[in-house]
């Protein structure tokens, strides 16, 4: 994990954070991609440069070869998931109650030292 945005109040879906602090266009800029669950369906349609590339729904029986897409997919964002576990063992974020500035703080603050704790 290399980015944490600012926090938000109340609970915000992925693909609206995403969109409001213009994730996709960033990644063009930078000429990156990202690998994303299906939560962030919808959030880039362009075909031919697709920057954001999600799996396929079960909401019907998928193909052989989109259950590989499927799989290959998340041994790719594997690394991304155990990064949000080993950010989420910091007992500090369970009950956290305070302002949205104070926490984006701590959450960067936690992600540079869960950084250093897991590259040893």
């Known amino acids: 994990m290399?980015?944490?945005?600012?926090?938000?109040?109340?609970r915000t879906h992925d693909?609206?954070?995403?969109r409001h602090y213009h994730i996709l266009a960033h990644l063009r800029a930078a000429g990156l991609g990202a690998l994303a669950d299906l939560g962030f369906r919808g959030l880039d349609n362009d075909v031919r440069d697709a920057v954001i590339?999600?799996?396929?729904?079960?909401t019907h029986k998928l193909a052989p070869g989109q259950k590989e897409a499927n799989r290959v997919l998340a041994i790719g964002r594997a690394p991304v998931?155990?990064?949000?576990?080993?950010?989420?063992?910091?007992?500090?974020?369970?009950?956290?109650?305070?302002n949205p500035a104070r926490v984006t703080r701590l959450l960067r603050a936690l992600l540079v030292l869960t950084n250093l704790e897991t590259d040893r």
């Open 2 to 10: 290399i980015w944490i945005s600012a926090a938000r109040p109340c």
């Open 81 to 98: 998931e155990h990064g949000f576990a080993h950010l989420k063992n910091w007992r500090t974020l369970t009950k956290l109650r305070t």
């Open 15 to 18: 693909i609206t954070a995403a």
């Open 53 to 58: 590339v999600t799996g396929f729904s079960r």
